[in-house]
Each structure stands twice: as C-alpha cells, then as structure tokens.
C-alpha cells in the first residue's frame, strides 16, 4: 500500500461502528435475558474477539458483517470456558471481561497478543482484588495473561487514579454481581457508554460529577441497538478534511457524545471548517453529521479535562498540528504510553521521520507546525490508530507514504483504504 499527496478530496462517507459501543452490546447483551441486536457493528479484529470470548463461555451469537444477534442467557448464565479466553490486541476486551469474570462461579483465564501482554491490568488487579476477586497476573508482572476465580463480590467504591472508562467499566461490570452498590470515582470524567447503555439493559446505573454507581444483582433485558459511526474513525477524515487541499467531506452518522468528541473542539479550536449536521440521539447516544473542509489550521494548547474524550484521537491530532500554523502542545497524556503503543514515542518517530518538528515529553508532545512534510515508510508497531493517522498524513505530503504493516487497520477499520480510495482526486 502506498499513500501519495491527493489534489483534492471529495464525498459523502460513512465510517465502521463505534468500538467502544460495539464491544460492550456484546458484552451486555451476553449477560441480559433474551435476545439484543446490533446494527452498524464493527466487524474489526478487537470486536471479533469480544465476539469470541463470549461464544466460548456458551453464548449463542449469530454475526452477519455489522449485524449481530445475541442470545443472551441471562446475569449468572455464562459458562465455564474449556481453554484460555483470547483476547487478541483488544484492552477494552480484557479490562472489560475481567469485571464479568470475576463474579462468576468459575474459574477462567485469559491473554492476548505481545501488545496486550505488555499492558498494565494492575488498574483493574487493584480494585477488583479490593471486591473479593481472585484475580492474578500468571507471569506476576501486572500484565496478561491473567487468571479470574470467580468467587462472592463485595461493593467498593473506588477512587480510581487514572481517568480510563476500561477501568472505570471494569469495576461497575464486577458491582453487577456485588450486593448493594459499588461506584467509582475519577479524576477526570472518561466515556461513559458503559453508563448510557447498562441503563437501557435495565441496570440500576446513575452518573453524578466524577462518580458512577451501579446496584448489584439486577435483571438486564436484551435491546436493540443501531451502533452509531465511530468519532475515533471519522476523526481520520476530519483531518483529511481540514489539512488537504480542495477538500470538501461528509462523513455521515457519526456519535458525538460529548465525553468522546474532543476532536470536534479541537479542530474548531484551530480554525478548522467543521459543522455538525442533522443532530440527534440514537440508541441513547448522539449523533450528527460532520461536515469538514480544507483550512487553514493554527496551533493550540491540549491539556486537562478534554484529553479522555480525545485520548485515541492524539495521533491524528499530532498530525493536525504538523500542518498548522504555530505551535501545538498537549499535555496530561501520559495514559499514550500505555495503548497499543506507547503513542508519544510512536507518533514522535514517524512524525520526525516526516520532517515534522515534533518534542515529545513526559506526558504528550510539542509540535511546531510549518514545516513541509514528506512521504516515507512509516513504522506502524502494529498499532492502527498509528498506521492510519499518517496515511492521512501522507495525502498531504509530497512523495510516496509506505507502511511496514498496515494490515494492523483490520483492528477498528478493514476498509480504512477503500474509503481514501473512494475520495481522492490525484
Ligand atoms: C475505551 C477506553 C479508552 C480508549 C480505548 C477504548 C473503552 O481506554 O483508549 O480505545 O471502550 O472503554 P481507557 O479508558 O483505558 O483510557
């Protein structure tokens, strides 16, 4: 796959279902009595193995592309699974998961691939272990692969360090099998599709400020649920949008909840040309229409409260920032150096490897916008978000943008390149 510099860009598309929301209707539908469906699922790798992980606990789940039909049996209905759960590349799997595994009354294990086993699972370790769970790292390094004996929960509440809705839903997940009500507070307030959808399945679930609730034992009812764009997704062709020359995009259905949509305060904040259309509420989340074309960007300050609702989205925005005018900095991210790479030193490679002008430090980067970019091969360490942020910076570079893998997109977007295809003008 080679990326070159695009003449213009053009069209109406739409992007793969939102991840986040995709994981966690299979996760609940899973434990609800009857039977949910989901639209506009994403039929990635990460969603897939959620998919799996269930299947092998004994849930019947039916996948057609982006239509999925769970059977679910119910809050205690899981059974045991006779092998290692295989969580493949997907942290919301495993954190996720492991809230559930803990209130059953077996014992299970899982692990996933090299990225995952070098991701921290002592965030989840900690307050898990506080509710009565067995649960161990197996290579006793705060990573997986972790073993889960599901043994009685206790509620909590817990002060959580890190603003991380894995974390956060960890916990919640794990009081839905506690008696009373466990809740959790966080520094800073993080997704809370957990929060919008258990309380369409029924879960007693309230949010107030930092903290989130949840009564334990409830009875869950299988949903209908049309899975909205996913904002991480669109947030490629936003940029394209905004950094390319010529361009004029609709990217349609696209969930705007707030507590994921920094990006569209960001690119406002830098000048860009973007406009939400057609605004509503589907499914219990937001969603609009995002209109976006070329601008001329300036550079901001990131920092605080917006970085949860954007924290996927810092490697398109670095790229953002390499084509704006002044100087980016963005701060408090620390939580980059813990995805499926560490970001900061992955986005400071390729970038400089562009001819960007890009610092990093302990807890995001500086960049300095202006200088002119050229193609190159990029190294992607299998993280998607890195692999597609700079192909988008690719459209815009002079020269040839190669990959040493860019079948790592297939984790959030299979046909990432099929949709640049669809609007480009060389
Ligand atoms: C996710 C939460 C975020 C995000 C991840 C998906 C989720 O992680 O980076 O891609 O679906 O809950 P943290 O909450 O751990 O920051």
Redesign the pocket.
Known sequence: MSINKVKSLKGEITVPGD??IS?RGVMFGSISEGTTELTGFLDGADCRSTISCFKAMGIDIVQDNDHVVIHGKGLNGLSAPSKMLDVGNS??TTRLISGILAGQSFTSSLNGDESIQKRPMGRIITPLTQMGANIRSIKNNGCAPLEIGGSPLTPIHYDSPVA????K?CVLLAGLYADGITSVTEPVL??NHTELMLSGFGANIKSQGHTASIEGHPVLTGQKIEVPGDISSAAYFIAAGLICPNADLLIKNVNTNPSRAGIIKVAQEMGGNIKLLNERIVSGEPVADIHVSSSKLRGCEISGEII?AL??EIPIIAVMAAFAEGTTVIKDAS?LKV?ESDRIATVTENLKNMGGNITPTDDGMIITGGASLKGTRINTYLDHRIAMSFAIAGLAADGETTFDNEACCQISYPDFFKTIGAIVNR
């Open positions: 991840k986040s994981h942290g919301t991380s809705a894995q974390v839903s993080s997704r949860p924290i996927d939580e995805k």
